[in-house]
Nanobody
Framework: QVQLVESGGGLVQAGGSLRLSCAVSGRTFSSYVIGWFSQAPGKEREFVAVVLETSGRTYYADSVKGRFTISRDTAKNTVYLQMNSLKPEDTAVYYC?????????????????????WGQGTQVTVSS
């Protein structure tokens, strides 16, 4: 059973930075697509960014391109989300999610319901 444990959330002023971490354990498949979704109060869970473990290819929501960077450390079984130039509208609970990596040449899903493994979430609050 795959387990995902997030850390690194907190309170930061607009324009500041945070780095989220997602530690992965209990692998079932040889490779995964792992990433981050966010959920603000009263809103649906939204795609932020994902990375393919095998190739390292990354995918981002338009709203975070140029500000957020997702990366993986295969030796540590950890995925990171570096969040720069944070805005108040980035305030949300950020969830790490994972699922089996798609076949080569197939893009990963950006829909939260297609991910079977989830962390407990970490709160990110950006003050204006």
């Amino acid at each position: 059973q795959v387990q995902l444990v997030e850390s690194g959330g907190g309170l930061v002023q607009a324009g500041g930075s945070l780095r989220l971490s997602c530690a992965v354990s209990g692998r079932t498949f040889s490779s995964y697509v792992i990433g981050w979704f966010s959920q603000a109060p009263g809103k649906e869970r939204e795609f932020v960014a994902v990375v393919l473990e095998t190739s390292g290819r990354t995918y981002y929501a338009d709203s975070v391109k140029g500000r957020f960077t997702i990366s993986r450390d295969t030796a540590k079984n950890t995925v990171y989300l570096q969040m720069n130039s944070l805005k108040p509208e980035d305030t949300a609970v950020y969830y790490c999610a994972a699922d089996r990596e798609p076949f080569i040449g197939v893009s990963p899903s950006l829909v939260s319901s297609d991910y079977g493994y989830w962390g407990q979430g970490t709160q990110v609050t950006v003050s204006s």
